[in-house]
């Protein structure tokens, strides 16, 4: 009985460092992306300003979604449109992903 306790914390060791791991790759890789973001939403996704959320620990599906809202003019704000517009597709996601993972 140990040694299947023992494997199991192994098991749940390793695939916890490996998600931190390629975790930390996104995360390294966005950085470049949300400096814009930075300036409203604030540096670790915590906006000092009242009338702009907090992007800290929203779901990735969410912030996605919006962000597109965003870019197509879909859901309109003077600031966020022409923010959202040049924002690559392919980038979406992973500002979605950096933001959904701050706590």
């Not at 494997?7 to 470049?32: D, G, P, R, Y």
């Not at 597109?68 to 500002?95: G, Q, V, Y």
């Amino acid at each position: 009985m140990k040694s299947n306790n023992t494997i199991t914390s192994l098991i749940i060791f390793l695939l916890s460092t490996h998600c931190f791991a390629q975790s930390s790759i996104n995360m390294e890789a966005v950085k470049n992306l949300v400096i814009t973001c930075t300036g409203c939403h604030g540096a670790e996704g915590i906006s000092a300003n009242p009338l702009w959320p907090n992007l800290a620990g929203q779901k990735k599906d969410y912030l996605s979604k919006q962000i597109l809202a965003f870019k197509t003019s879909e859901r309109k704000d003077p600031l966020m449109n022409p923010i959202a517009a040049s924002i690559a597709e392919k980038d979406i996601e992973l500002i979605a992903e950096y933001y959904s993972n701050l706590k």
